[in-house]
């Protein structure tokens, strides 16, 4: 996307990276400006405040593109000023400025809405539409990156494999509608208890996954073994009879290779449901590839 700040930076790398980007386009219209007062009134150069002001319009919304549509128009006012501009009357300056701001004002709207509504498809398009999880796409694009950055830290990452048993007879008792509706309950629960410390995704079905940086084997059997426990007691999934099988691997530090801990993952899982469901195992990866 066009968004020159990860959304995943904590929070003053983010106020950082907002000024740093800010003092870019400040510095953009000030050398567009210099360069319209060295060119003169002959030469029409206004075109250029068009690219920082765009800088600002996607970046920051439209309340900031308009700031930055006001300052364009007042530096351009001033390098005609400075290049010898007069008018007949004093508030021909004042009608100039408005009509001229109001083009780069409109620009700067049109783009904003433009980036907004791009970055809102963008969203849809990786967001579970059920749940309002991460979806599968989303999350095989995220975990590599969070596995690098967990890498270059030091630090361990867990992964972990959730599948509902039982759900089947949801569907074949209930009905679809009624599924749906455990889903998008076990969706929020995930959320409210994992969310806060990572990626969390509905892979598909009743499955779902989770990355938790900087979490080792220990903190998060007790963070899922804690999560399950919510999960089956709650009232409509304990009527409904549905439990969950997790299966949880860690790397220490993290390991570079998703695909690897997917796969750890899911057949910890699947030795969860063989050894009667309803449970969590966790486990280090070098662990098991040593088994």
Same mark, same amino acid.
């Given at each position: 996307?066009?968004?020159?700040?990860? &959304?995943?930076?904590? &929070?003053?790398?983010? =106020?950082?990276?907002?000024?740093?980007?800010?003092?870019?386009?400040?510095?953009?219209?000030?050398?567009?400006?210099?360069?319209?007062?060295?060119?003169?009134?002959?030469?029409?150069?206004?075109?250029?405040?068009?690219?920082?002001?765009?800088? /600002?319009?996607? =970046?920051?919304?439209?309340?900031?593109?308009?700031?930055?549509?006001?300052?364009?128009?007042?530096?351009?006012?001033?390098?005609?000023?400075?290049?010898?501009?007069?008018?007949?009357?004093?508030?021909?300056?004042?009608?100039?400025?408005?009509?001229?701001?109001?083009?780069?004002?409109?620009?700067?709207?049109?783009?904003?809405?433009?980036?907004?509504?791009?970055?809102?498809?963008?969203?849809?398009?990786?967001?579970?539409?059920?749940?309002?999880?991460?979806?599968? =796409?989303?999350?095989?694009?995220?975990?590599?990156?969070?596995?690098?950055?967990?890498?270059?830290?030091?630090? &361990?990452?867990?992964?972990?494999?959730?599948?509902?048993?039982?759900?089947?007879?949801?569907?074949?008792?209930?009905?679809?509608?009624?599924?749906?509706?455990?889903?998008?309950?076990?969706?929020?629960?995930?959320?409210?208890?994992?969310?806060?410390?990572?990626?969390? +995704?509905?892979?598909?079905?009743?499955?779902?996954?989770?990355?938790?940086?900087?979490?080792?084997?220990?903190?998060?059997? +007790?963070?899922?073994?804690?999560?399950?426990?919510?999960?089956?007691?709650?009232?409509?999934?304990? /009527?409904?009879?549905?439990?969950?099988?997790?299966?949880?691997?860690?790397?220490?530090?993290?390991?570079?290779?998703?695909?690897?801990?997917?796969?750890?993952?899911?057949?910890?899982?699947?030795?969860?449901? +063989?050894?009667?469901?309803?449970?969590?195992? /966790?486990?280090?990866?070098?662990?098991?590839?040593?088994?």
């Amino acid at each position: 996307m066009w968004s020159l700040i990860s &959304p995943h930076a904590t &929070p003053l790398r983010r =106020r950082q990276d907002r000024l740093a980007v800010w003092s870019l386009v400040v510095a953009g219209i000030l050398l567009v400006g210099a360069f319209d007062y060295a060119t003169g009134v002959e030469i029409r150069v206004f075109p250029l405040y068009f690219f920082p002001l765009a800088v /600002a319009a996607r =970046r920051f919304g439209i309340r900031s593109a308009i700031a930055a549509a006001v300052l364009v128009a007042g530096t351009w006012m001033t390098m005609l000023y400075l290049n010898g501009v007069r008018y007949s009357s004093a508030w021909i300056w004042g009608i100039n400025f408005l009509t001229q701001g109001s083009a780069f004002v409109l620009f700067a709207v049109l783009i904003a809405s433009l980036q907004r509504r791009l970055q809102r498809e963008h969203e849809l398009s990786r967001t579970d539409p059920l749940t309002g999880l991460t979806n599968s =796409r989303a999350f095989l694009e995220r975990g590599p990156k969070m596995l690098a950055a967990s890498h270059q830290r030091g630090e &361990p990452i867990t992964l972990a494999f959730i599948d509902l048993d039982h759900f089947k007879q949801v569907n074949d008792r209930d009905g679809h509608e009624a599924g749906d509706r455990l889903l998008e309950t076990v969706g929020t629960l995930l959320r409210d208890t994992l969310g806060p410390h990572g990626e969390v +995704a509905r892979l598909g079905g009743d499955e779902f996954a989770v990355l938790l940086p900087n979490i080792d084997e220990t903190t998060a059997l +007790a963070l899922l073994e804690s999560m399950r426990h919510t999960l089956t007691t709650e009232p409509g999934i304990r /009527a409904a009879g549905v439990t969950a099988s997790i299966g949880a691997v860690t790397h220490h530090p993290a390991g570079p290779d998703l695909a690897v801990m997917m796969k750890r993952a899911d057949q910890l899982m699947y030795q969860v449901k +063989a050894e009667g469901r309803n449970a969590v195992q /966790a486990a280090r990866i070098e662990d098991l590839a040593a088994s």
